[in-house]
């Protein structure tokens, strides 16, 4: 019975459970082979690495939806999860590729261009480390420039998920900062919030707000209650009128607008079975803004 027990508390310690999930996104897309191969890289650094997608959808050379996407996922992944993020439109030039290691324990593998701007701030900066293509490259591949997602990202960061290398081994210490894109945060101005509108719930039309439900909560709106809502995108004005807050979209009539929580505590506007973004020209961005008041 103790041969038992022992055999079976050395197979659990073994690699095979000490590997972390490998998660990947890009701006790739389905129609050809680029994800494939990148899986292909980690699968043949380990067999055993359990890999998973956050999205390849996003839209080509978009680095604020990449670094939003990230975000939006990544605190709900476990501790020592790698994530591969590959929106590179500068691949094969100076801009510098990395691992950043956050305060969560999370490990993020990126071109250093802005990606990683919202995780380093919700998750914290512990080390940022450049990756040394010398020792962490795919072999064979070093008259290659235009593929590091496969090259370098996918080989490193399986090497890292798997255990094949500590982080220590990814290359030399760095500042501990990434590159920051420029947005504004919310504020309360005169009891109106002012936002942004940084991403859409894409698959609904549903257009998402960079308000949070603390600062949301600091107008004393009560579900039920109509508020002032307009969106603008550089001054043109997209959408102006009352809307009443609700807790889920069936608190409005089909076809009528509501603003709500979503997901990630956020406010958003909806149209109950409809696509907002499409009905009113709404498009995310740093110039599209969001002003609610009572």
């Known amino acids: 019975m103790a041969l038992k027990i022992g055999l079976i508390t050395l197979f659990f310690s073994s690699s095979l459970w000490a590997q972390h999930a490998l998660v990947f996104q890009t701006d790739f897309g389905l129609q050809e082979g680029a994800v494939a191969s990148m899986k292909g890289v980690a699968f043949g650094v380990s067999p055993e690495l359990n890999m998973f997608d956050v999205t390849h959808e996003i839209p080509r050379f978009n680095i604020w939806e990449a670094a939003y996407r990230l975000n939006q996922?990544?605190?709900?992944?476990?501790?020592?999860?790698?994530?591969?993020?590959?929106?590179d439109p500068g691949v094969g030039t100076t801009?510098?590729?990395?691992?950043?290691?956050?305060?969560?324990?999370?490990?993020?593998?990126?071109?250093?261009?802005?990606?990683?701007?919202?995780?380093?701030?919700?998750?914290?900066?512990?080390?940022?480390?450049?990756?040394?293509?010398?020792?962490?490259?795919?072999?064979?591949?070093?008259?290659?420039?235009t593929f590091h997602g496969r090259d370098v990202y996918a080989y490193t960061g399986a090497r890292l998920a798997s255990e094949v290398i500590a982080f220590e081994q990814v290359g030399d210490l760095l500042t501990p900062s990434v590159m920051q894109l420029d947005y504004a945060k919310p504020e309360l101005i005169n009891k109106r919030i002012i936002g942004s509108v940084?991403?859409?719930?894409?698959?609904?039309?549903?257009?998402?707000?960079?308000?949070?439900?603390?600062?949301?909560?600091?107008?004393?709106?009560?579900?039920?209650?109509?508020v002032w809502v307009k969106i603008t995108n550089n001054a043109h004005e997209l959408f102006f009128q009352k809307v009443k807050f609700v807790s889920s979209f069936g608190g409005v009539e089909i076809g009528e607008p509501a603003i709500y929580i979503n997901d990630i505590l956020n406010i958003g506007i909806a149209i109950n079975q409809g696509d907002m973004a499409k009905e009113y020209k709404i498009k995310p961005g740093p110039n599209v803004t969001f002003l609610i008041w009572k």
């Open 73 to 87: 996922v990544a605190d709900y992944w476990p501790k020592g999860t790698v994530f591969v993020n590959v929106v």
């Open 95 to 145: 801009r510098k590729s990395v691992v950043l290691k956050t305060k969560s324990g999370h490990f993020f593998v990126s071109p250093d261009n802005g990606s990683l701007s919202l995780v380093s701030e919700s998750l914290g900066i512990d080390e940022v480390r450049e990756i040394n293509e010398k020792t962490n490259r795919l072999e064979g591949s070093e008259r290659s420039h």
């Open 198 to 226: 940084p991403i859409l719930d894409a698959h609904y039309g549903n257009v998402w707000t960079n308000i949070n439900v603390d600062l949301f909560d600091r107008l004393d709106i009560n579900i039920g209650d109509e």
